[in-house]
């Protein structure tokens, strides 16, 4: 597969699929640790029906996601998450620096 065909899969992944892989490591890091679903859900604070359904779907509030991440002790994980633009040269720095315009630009 070539560069386009890599990006073109990029670009059609949906929320859902991004959900659903969320759920399954989160699933096979219970596995490794050999907790079952109630386990993991009391151990987090999290109903377990909630824990189901995440499981099943990918779908589970922000706040309780963040729970079983602290009880799964991966929470270095979020750390990355909308991290702030590394840059490559002192010179991309100033650039940014330079402008003024502190908001998004409209669409």
């Given at each position: ?24 490591r ?9 907790l079952t ?71």
């Amino acid at each position: 597969m070539g560069l386009s065909s890599d990006i073109i899969q990029i670009n059609s992944v949906t929320p859902a699929d991004i959900s659903k892989s969320v759920a399954s490591r989160l699933k096979s890091r219970r596995l490794e640790l050999n907790l079952t679903q109630n386990g993991l859900a009391a151990r987090a604070g999290v109903n377990i029906e909630t824990y189901r359904k995440f499981e099943r779907t990918g779908e589970i509030s922000l706040h309780n996601l963040v729970k079983l991440a602290i009880a799964l002790d991966v929470t270095t994980d979020f750390a990355t998450l909308f991290a702030q633009k590394q840059y490559q040269s002192l010179s991309d720095l100033l650039e940014v620096e330079n402008s003024n315009r502190k908001r998004g630009k409209k669409l």
